[in-house]
């Protein structure tokens, strides 16, 4: 099924709230939430009226940063309203919002200026995605867990998917692989006690037992992204056989140049990767460590 209508304009596309320069919006006056808002109204809904939308890809908020946004809207109140969707029930579904609306609660307040939408559920996950995203509002799981999420609902493939999100294919593919670490080393990415080229280090090592020591000296050791890219690959080349560990050769200092443009490749591809010369000519090393690990740089390197 082709699905082009992607979100290059980001959220605003989607949602049509008409809040530019010349908006018309007055959100000065109380507008009574009795009866049900017209669809697209800008309305006010008490609080006790809202729920939170079980496709709602942020699972974790900040107390702190909630606290701060509770503190803001105390001051000058909301500065853009949420979206919402009649439930039918006397009830609205948060689409995009939630944590301004838990801010609003903590702010004191009974009700929260609202636009009301009628979406379906495929459209509806969108919409949280996507806000989120443009918000930079999810941890890396989230967000991956968002993808997949959206990917088996809507049916989507990676490229329709990072249509969709306005990303390139590479960023959706390194996302969802995160979903492959174990469940600890999830809540370690989470947590921030890792950072993704962590992640992406830890998922380059095969050999479960292997990975797991990896990640004990990445949390108890404190090692860059870097030292762990080589360690993985260490301990890589360890289990395919060798007797013992190779050890890391002495090299000459290299042009800040040529290690500026190896970790961008590194963070590019998500896998080690060694340039071999100087500022006129050499080569590149690509490592891989199986079959997929293989097709997923093809994807990237051919996108």
Do not use: C, W
Not at 254 to 279: C, N
Request: without cysteine.
């Amino acid at each position: 099924m082709s699905r082009k209508t992607g979100l290059g304009r980001g959220l605003d596309s989607l949602i049509d709230d008409g809040f530019g320069e010349d908006s018309q919006y007055d959100f000065t006056p109380s507008v009574p939430s009795e009866p049900a808002p017209k669809q697209d109204a800008v309305v006010k809904i008490p609080l006790d009226k809202l729920v939170a939308s079980p496709g709602q890809p942020r699972k974790h908020f900040d107390e702190t940063e909630l606290q701060e946004l509770a503190d803001s809207i105390a001051k000058i109140g909301l500065i853009s309203p949420i979206i919402a969707a009649d439930s039918g029930d006397g009830t609205y579904m948060i689409i995009a919002g939630e944590r301004r609306t838990r801010a609003s609660k903590l702010a004191g307040l009974s009700e929260i200026q609202a636009i009301v939408k009628d979406f379906t559920d495929e459209k509806r996950l969108e919409v949280s995605l996507i806000e989120n995203i443009q918000r930079s509002d999810l941890n890396p799981i989230e967000e991956a867990a968002a993808y997949k999420n959206m990917m088996d609902f809507s049916r989507l493939s990676q490229e329709e998917l990072a249509l969709r999100v306005s990303k390139p294919r590479s960023t959706v593919a390194n996302a969802l692989r995160l979903l492959k670490l174990p469940p600890e080393m999830q809540k370690s990415l989470e947590g921030k006690e890792i950072s993704p080229g962590h992640a992406r280090a830890l998922l380059s090592v095969t050999n479960p037992k292997l990975r797991a020591k990896l990640f004990n000296e990445i949390t108890e050791k404190g090692r860059s992204v870097r030292e762990a890219e080589k360690q993985a690959s260490l301990l890589n080349s360890a289990h395919l056989g060798e007797e013992e560990k190779p050890k890391e050769k002495t090299v000459a200092k290299r042009p800040p140049e040529i290690v500026e443009m190896e970790d961008r490749f590194i963070e590019k591809l998500g896998t080690k990767v060694t340039i071999d010369g100087g500022l006129e000519k050499g080569r590149i090393y690509v490592d891989y460590y199986s079959m997929d690990d293989l097709e997923r740089l093809y994807e990237i390197l051919n996108g």
